[in-house]
């Protein structure tokens, strides 16, 4: 992300969080001024990147000295092939989660398995998460993030790694069948809910 500054251009590496026709979310340690536009520069592979103008929205605290960005998309400057091209689930940066409670669910056998798992870390497209119970690699799961009461979810997904963890723990990883809710990703990172504001 770019903007000009008092005569020069300030550009910053930030993860994306959310992308679609009228706006993005990006997490980043440096937030511009909210009365400056700024440029969104996305990498859509070998020898391709799309910049797209937009100006902030709304800002939060995300912990860890960083900030969660709400960027606006004037409507005619949006490139359609942008969101197809961050389909590509290894594209989304992860983040440290703030919130690590979280639980997850599946069917086996006509019957439903819910495991009470660690969230270790979570992002557009996927999570990984720490659990005793080792989840069917076929069957659709469910992911809730937060805290009994404060829970956001479910978001479905399917198992795309599975390793061994100390104990009998394993770690599982999963990619999103959509993307992953803005309201699940502020649970995780504790701008909404029983943790919000407080270090972990």
């Known amino acids: 992300m770019s903007w000009e500054e008092e005569g020069r251009t300030e550009s910053h590496l930030v993860s994306l969080w959310k992308l679609d026709e009228e706006g993005a979310a990006v997490m980043t340690e440096t937030v511009p001024p909210g009365d400056r536009s700024v440029l969104l520069h996305v990498d859509l592979g070998p020898s391709r990147v799309a910049s797209v103008p937009a100006r902030v929205d709304s800002q939060a605290a995300g912990g860890f000295g960083r900030a969660l960005v709400s960027l ?25 989660p703030r919130e690590k409670a979280a639980v997850l669910s599946w069917v086996s056998k006509n019957s ?48 795309v790694g599975l390793e061994a963890a100390a104990g009998d723990m394993h770690v599982v990883r999963l990619a999103f069948v959509g993307l992953c809710p803005i309201h699940v990703f502020e649970v995780a990172m504790g701008l909404r809910g029983a943790g919000a504001g407080q270090d972990c």
């Open 72 to 96: 606006k998309f004037a409507p005619a400057v949006f490139p359609m092939d942008l969101v197809s091209g961050r389909r590509e689930r290894r594209a989304w940066r992860r983040q440290r």
């Open 112 to 159: 439903t398995v819910t495991a009470r798992v660690e969230l270790r870390d979570i992002g557009g497209g996927g999570a990984a998460v720490v659990s005793q119970e080792r989840p069917l690699g076929e069957a659709s799961l469910w992911l809730w993030v937060g805290r009994e009461g404060n829970e956001a979810g479910p978001v479905e997904c399917r198992l």
